[in-house]
């Protein structure tokens, strides 16, 4: 026996966040691309059910109350579907060391915000 023992080191921690998290991290604002095709299909989705309900584009103004909830909720939920994907890559990010995760996660659920908002403004203004 020797008089000198071995001390085992433990092995090197990498700064920083887990690798995966930075991929969350930039898969959730890349995800935020998706709202352009959204936006695109929520419209569509609102004039096919206007016209399915027996309004067309330029009568609108004339159109009931309920015409505008049962158009406009659809389309909604078609625009906020992006702001699903987002919030999981988002909160994956977060979870998992990078703190910055949430700042597309505020941006991916105020723009189905401005969305309804501009919406019932033009609704009730005209």
């Known amino acids: 026996m020797s008089d000198t023992a071995t001390i085992q080191l433990p092995q090197?921690?990498?700064?920083?966040?887990?690798?995966?998290?930075?991929?969350?991290h930039r898969w959730a604002w890349w995800s935020l691309l998706l709202f352009l095709p959204s936006l695109a299909a929520a419209i569509a989705v609102g004039e096919l059910l206007a016209t399915a309900y027996g309004?067309?584009?330029?009568?609108?103004s004339t159109a009931p109350?309920?015409?505008?909830?049962?158009?406009?909720?659809p389309a909604?939920?078609?625009f906020m579907a992006p702001a699903l994907l987002t919030s999981h890559y988002g909160m994956n990010a977060v979870h998992r060391g990078v703190?910055?995760?949430?700042?597309?996660?505020?941006?991916?659920?105020?723009?189905?915000?401005?969305?309804?908002?501009?919406?019932?403004?033009?609704?009730?203004?005209?």
Do not use: H, I, M
């Open 55 to 60: 309004y067309s584009g330029f009568e609108t």
């Open 99 to 126: 703190r910055g995760g949430v700042v597309p996660v505020c941006v991916a659920w105020a723009l189905p915000l401005v969305f309804l908002v501009q919406n019932l403004l033009a609704w009730k203004v005209g």
């Open 65 to 73: 109350g309920w015409l505008a909830v049962a158009v406009g909720y």
């Open 76 to 78: 909604l939920l078609v």
């Open 12 to 24: 090197a921690v990498r700064p920083g966040p887990d690798p995966r998290a930075r991929r969350d």
